[in-house]
């Protein structure tokens, strides 16, 4: 009995919600790469046209946004892989916003120091975590419109504000 929910719960977590995060991921961060590459081709050097110059920069402006919205994405898509009702899972964008963004500032050896975030690892965490919590109160007052995101995020920051940082020397280490 034990084994079989052990791996009822790796396969909800690691492969279920690791397979979101990286949906979550190449849905926004990898395709904001891929339209900066067209960016970069298609920019000011590429052809004298302004119009190939226009094309060219809205490609590097979509890739700005896209990889900007990875920590929501990773958020939104781990809360869909867990089955999340949908105010916890679009109180998630929050979560993997924050979560994607929090980390730590790390001393280097020549005495300089970096502000290091905890990435898609941060917000896989966070995500988890604040679905877990915000499915226990969901559906379940008459202000669940209210309660329910409440919960939602402030459990996600929480989790998010004691791992981040620690997550954020490991990746930080491992890279």
């Known amino acids: 009995i034990i084994m079989e929910t052990l791996k009822k719960y790796a396969k909800k977590y690691f492969i279920d919600a690791m397979s979101a995060m990286a949906l979550g991921l190449f849905a926004s961060l990898l ?12 920019g000011p050097d590429y052809v004298a046209n302004g119009l190939v110059n226009e094309i060219g920069g809205f490609f590097s402006e979509m890739k700005t946004f896209a990889q900007g919205a990875s920590g929501m994405a990773i958020g939104v898509a781990i809360a869909y892989s867990l089955k999340a009702d949908p105010l916890v899972m679009f109180s998630c964008a ?16 020549n005495g300089e120091t970096i502000a290091y975030t905890a990435g898609p690892a941060g917000a896989y965490v966070a995500a988890i975590v604040a679905v877990e919590i915000g499915m226990l109160v969901s559906k379940k007052t008459k202000v669940d419109i209210l309660v329910t995101p409440t919960v939602t995020i402030i459990a996600g920051y929480a989790i998010a504000k004691l791992i981040c940082p620690a997550v954020a020397y490991i990746m930080f280490y491992l890279g």
């Open 94 to 109: 929050a979560v993997g916003s924050l979560s994607y963004s929090l980390g730590a500032t790390i001393l280097l050896e």
């Open 31 to 42: 395709i904001g790469t891929i339209f900066g590459t067209v960016g970069t081709y298609l």
